[in-house]
């Protein structure tokens, strides 16, 4: 299956500022999600955005997704020595594959204290 | 409730060997899929089960199969090891069966030797 990319592939930043990671995909979607992965573990969902919704939020979180350019990014706010994580785009593609969700390679995003 | 438990945590196997690795969703979710994590592939989608059916499988050679019980605990096996099968093995549960908002296990680190 064709995987999304995620930009950057790494990204280190001061506590306190802002992150932004981008991540393109092929294919037409019925969502796209975003997950966490800390060191190895398992993966923690933080957002989903329908393919009819262009922005979505939730907490510190801003997602936006942009169909006509298949693309999302995602904007973490006040950035903390905790958000450290690698973090995955994930599409559910429409197309009727069957081939669960396509993920891209991640975002390493390191928090300097 | 408890959350995606994997057993076993670490596994080291040598090549030609096989091994079965072990998944017990959140209670009440009928729908369990297995994603392999490389560093070279990323996250690439294994199987899908519900209701004890496999209802999609990923691109991957026969070697690898599941099974889900009745308890919605699933497994997967692994026959004849090769050194390319070393990966993290995540499991992940939802509640419906859809793609949306999955909750992953802690994963089983396979190294094959």
């Known amino acids: 299956s064709q995987q999304g990319e995620e930009d950057p592939q790494a990204l280190s930043i001061q506590e306190g500022e802002n992150a932004t990671m981008n991540c393109s995909y092929k294919?037409?979607?019925?969502?796209l999600q975003w997950y966490r992965q800390n060191s190895g573990r398992g993966l923690v969902h933080l957002i989903l955005i329908r393919s009819n919704e262009r922005e979505k939020h939730s907490g510190r979180l801003r997602v936006t997704l942009d169909t006509s350019k298949k693309s999302s990014s995602l904007l973490i706010t006040a950035s903390r020595a905790a958000d450290t994580a690698s973090y995955f785009c994930?599409?559910?593609?429409?197309?009727?594959?069957?081939?669960?969700?396509?993920f891209g390679k991640g975002t390493h995003l390191i928090i300097q204290p | 409730k408890a959350g995606v438990t994997q057993t076993p945590r670490y596994l080291i196997k040598t090549r030609g060997q096989q091994v079965t690795l072990s998944c017990s969703p959140i209670?009440?979710?009928?729908?369990v899929s297995w994603y392999q994590q490389t560093p070279g592939q990323g996250l690439q989608f294994l199987f899908e089960?519900?209701?004890?059916?496999?209802?999609n499988k990923g691109n991957f050679p026969g070697r690898f199969s599941g099974r889900q019980f009745s308890n919605s605990r699933s497994e997967m096996n692994v026959s004849t090891l090769e050194l390319g099968d070393s990966a993290l093995y995540l499991c992940?549960?939802?509640?419906?069966?859809?793609?949306?908002?999955?909750?992953f296990g802690s994963g089983t680190q396979l190294s094959v030797l």
């Open positions: 089960y519900f209701s004890e059916t496999q209802r």
């Open positions: 992940a549960s939802n509640p419906t069966g859809g793609r949306e908002k999955l909750f």
């Open positions: 209670s009440g979710h009928r729908s």
């Open positions: 294919t037409s979607i019925n969502n």
């Open positions: 994930a599409t559910d593609d429409s197309g009727g594959g069957a081939d669960g969700l396509t």
